[in-house]
């Protein structure tokens, strides 16, 4: 009536290479996403987790809050005691630990080595 064949033919048939195009752009934002921001991401935690499994006694760390201390005692998985001042020991949770400045005295078992080869 009103619309000619030619266009209604044209306008009804999809292309699924139109529609592979279209979605396109998605896929790449999807990937540039992924890249830039998650990956990224996924090494600084994995860095954070390394640093807090391996604090020691001796460390000095930095808590997320600012505090700066000398590691006394390692209580558990979950938990460090750490000097702030003379006298003044605190407990923190690990994962609150923000970062290590200077690496404390080495294990027991390393001393032990170092007095025999003496």
Known sequence: MLITPAYAQAAAGGDANSMLMSLLPFALIFVIMYFLILRPQQKKVRDHADLVKNIRRGD?????????????????????????????????????IQGVRAKGEPAKADAKDETAAS
């Open 60 to 96: 000095t760390v930095v808590t997320s809050g600012g505090l700066v201390g000398k590691v006394t005692k390692v209580v558990d998985d979950d938990q460090i005691e750490f000097e702030i001042s003379d006298g003044v020991r605190v407990r923190q949770m690990r994962q609150m």
